[in-house]
């Protein structure tokens, strides 16, 4: 059984930066195309951004400029870098990987999610 891990979450104010990373919880499962969506309260769920097994990415038009999403094979870990955060970039944003085991398959799995707040 392998899972999604994020960390990186927490508090900053407006302007400030914060990282997120997401990673298999078994180093022998390897994350393909990944996504990073976010929830804020009363809404639904949106993509941020996304990155695929060769490193093409997209970006919702929201954070384009300032967020980047990136992916380390050796660590196999996909980050996000936020930054010039803004009050309404605030959600508990949730991590979305297609996991290849040895076998070859591939499964779609979510990570718990993380909490980011922005104060103004």
């Known amino acids: 059984q392998v899972q999604l891990v994020e960390s990186g979450g927490g508090l900053v104010q407006a302007g400030g930066s914060l990282r997120l990373s997401c990673a298999a919880s078994?180093?022998?499962?390897?994350?393909?195309?990944t996504g990073w969506y976010r929830q804020a309260p009363g809404k639904q769920r949106e993509l941020v951004a996304s990155?695929?097994?060769?490193?093409?990415?997209t970006y919702a038009s929201s954070v384009k400029g300032r967020f980047t999403i990136s992916r380390d094979n050796a660590k196999n870990t996909v980050y996000l870098q936020m930054n010039s955060l803004k009050p309404e970039d605030t959600a508990v944003y949730y991590c979305?990987?297609?996991?290849?085991?040895?076998?070859?398959?591939?499964?779609?799995?979510w990570g718990q999610g993380t909490q980011v707040t922005v104060s103004s």
């Open positions: 990155i695929s097994s060769g490193g093409t990415t």
């Open positions: 078994r180093s022998t499962f390897k994350l393909s195309a």
């Open positions: 979305n990987a297609d996991i290849a085991a040895l076998t070859g398959r591939v499964t779609t799995y």
